[in-house]
């Protein structure tokens, strides 16, 4: 009787460690006795063409893994295979794992459902403890959302397309697929348009603590080649050119399209009543939407009010508000985003702006809103009440340039509110009341980090991870099967999976063990609100 007992407690305990493997968490997951064990003899194989580049992946992935070659067949034996079948029967991105002791069966619709098969296999190899096997189980897996997001600022400080590809694999691991590039902004334009070389040429010199240092940007090969690795990962890239704040980078190489202002806020708008500064916005978009075959382009939107006084005293400025019966300067802003937004169409593309975008009468056929003001969830419910498309990413929890420990010296904190792994995984459940009602309209999370005190992939890391992997658990998994305490169990299996990467993180199991490295100019915590 102990006994049986005591080998009850040893499945239970051993079934919870397997359970506790997979980040983000799979939605249904039933485990059996026994193993599948993976040897020199196992086979890939693939039942369907569509499904070869996948198989193609896990043979790779197994090779490595077991350091011998790894045989890819279309044959199908029943023993000792992991086999790759294509189903009708299943969503887009949902996927179904059978393991049985000689055949591990992998199916799914599209090969984006295959591939998220495939991690969580590969997730599973990582994390064994007892040699190279799976544990007879089920799984039946699908994401919560469809946009499950992370948004990088390279225009404050650029890191280049070699770290940017290996935070595209990390995503592709975590199952995450919209990469968000903020590539213009203030203190750098970082992507070549042909039809405007000054942007590269002068836009691109300085970054955000060094007006002076040498330009740095991404050439149009460059783009393709970043947005091709990241479609054979199955991540959308979305391109965001910043205005008509935001745009000093760009007045700068051509200062005709500046609405002017002095000091800090020196050009920092296009000018809004000139027909060449539309021109050139479309000329813009040409090129982007050629480079991006995303359906969306960002056009940020965002802060206006932080550089256009000009606009309050210019009379070329204020004639156009009189001869267009815009009323004031926020109707001004409002026409300039309605244009923007037309131009984006024009070119194919659905236009993503910041939650101000919302009061400018755009319609929700033409755009989508990006929800980042936390202090401001008038402004979600208002978006989904006039029944455009969200993407939630609120500074609380999902800005991760904000500080993730009370001892970080470096970075932003809202009065006494910062963004702790904790925070970040209890979102977006926390504010169900606002959101419930209106299910297909949320089109998911997207963590952003924004890059003032970011200055080099130490300190990038350091802000990412491990917060990176809360939030795609927050947007791939139902609410009823998160659970933070056995995240934090699968998180210590992640940390060991960054460091066989040489991957620098922020350890929240031992703080002391990772630093915080400094930025640039050693800059105190921001405070705001």
Not at 107 to 125: D, S, V
Not at 281 to 289: F, L, N, P, Q, S
Not at 354 to 368: F, L, Q, R
């Amino acid at each position: 009787m102990y006994r049986r007992l005591f080998l009850c407690i040893i499945w239970v305990l051993s079934s919870v460690c397997a359970h506790a493997q997979i980040i983000p968490q799979s939605q249904e997951i039933v485990y059996s006795e026994g193993n599948f064990i993976v040897n020199n003899e196992t086979e890939v194989v693939y039942l369907s063409a569509r499904m070869q580049k996948q198989a193609e992946e896990l043979a790779g992935y197994l090779g490595s893994y077991l350091e011998a070659k790894v045989k890819i067949s279309t044959k199908y034996t029943g023993r000792n295979q992991i086999v790759l079948k294509e189903s009708n029967k299943l969503g887009g991105e949902e996927y179904l794992v059978t393991v049985g002791r000689e055949i591990v069966s992998c199916e799914a619709t599209t090969p984006a459902g295959m591939f998220y098969a495939i991690q969580t296999l590969i997730q599973f190899f990582n994390n064994a403890s007892e040699g190279p096997g799976l544990k007879l189980m089920t799984i039946k897996d699908s994401p919560r959302y469809a946009w499950r997001g992370l948004m990088l600022d390279e225009s404050r400080h650029f890191f280049g397309k070699e770290i940017v590809k290996q935070l595209l694999d990390i995503m592709a691991y975590l199952k995450m697929n919209r990469f968000h590039w903020h590539l213009t902004d203030e203190p750098g334009w970082r992507i070549e348009i042909k039809k405007y070389p000054k942007l590269t040429e002068i836009g691109a010199t300085g970054n955000w603590h060094d007006r002076n240092a040498p330009r740095k940007f991404y050439t149009q090969d460059e783009i393709r080649e970043i947005v091709a690795y990241a479609a054979e990962r199955h991540i959308q890239v979305i391109p965001e050119i910043d205005m008509p704040g935001h745009a000093s980078a760009a007045t700068r190489a051509y200062p005709e399209l500046s609405a002017g202002g002095t000091g800090r806020w020196e050009g920092f708008t296009f000018h809004p009543a000139k027909e060449t500064t539309y021109r050139f916005i479309d000329d813009v978009m040409t090129e982007i939407a050629g480079l991006f075959p995303s359906p969306y382009v960002h056009i940020g939107g965002d802060e206006v009010h932080f550089g256009n006084k000009i606009w309050y005293t210019d009379p070329e400025i204020q004639q156009f508000i009189k001869n267009n019966h815009l009323g004031n300067e926020i109707g001004l802003e409002h026409y300039f985003v309605r244009r923007a937004c037309d131009i984006v169409n024009s070119k194919g593309k659905i236009m993503i702006g910041w939650d101000e975008i919302i009061a400018s009468g755009v319609t929700p056929d033409k755009a989508v809103v990006m929800w980042w003001r936390h202090d401001k969830p008038d402004q979600l419910a208002a978006a989904l009440e006039k029944g455009f498309k969200v993407i939630m990413t609120p500074r609380i929890p999902c800005y991760f340039d904000f500080v993730q420990d009370e001892s970080h010296k470096i970075g932003r904190r809202w009065s006494t509110k910062f963004n702790t792994l904790q925070t970040i995984y209890a979102f977006p459940d926390n504010i169900s009341s606002v959101i419930a009602n209106y299910p297909d309209r949320i089109l998911g999370i997207q963590a952003s980090i924004w890059t003032e005190r970011v200055a080099d992939v130490k300190r990038l890391y350091f802000m990412l991870f491990p917060r990176l992997a809360g939030i795609s658990e927050d947007a791939w998994t139902n609410p009823e099967s998160k659970d933070y305490s056995r995240f934090e169990m699968k998180l210590r299996q992640f940390l060991r999976y960054l460091d066989q990467k040489g991957m620098n993180y922020f350890n929240p199991f031992d703080p002391e063990s990772t630093p915080e490295p400094w930025g640039p100019d050693k800059a105190d915590v921001i405070a705001e609100g």
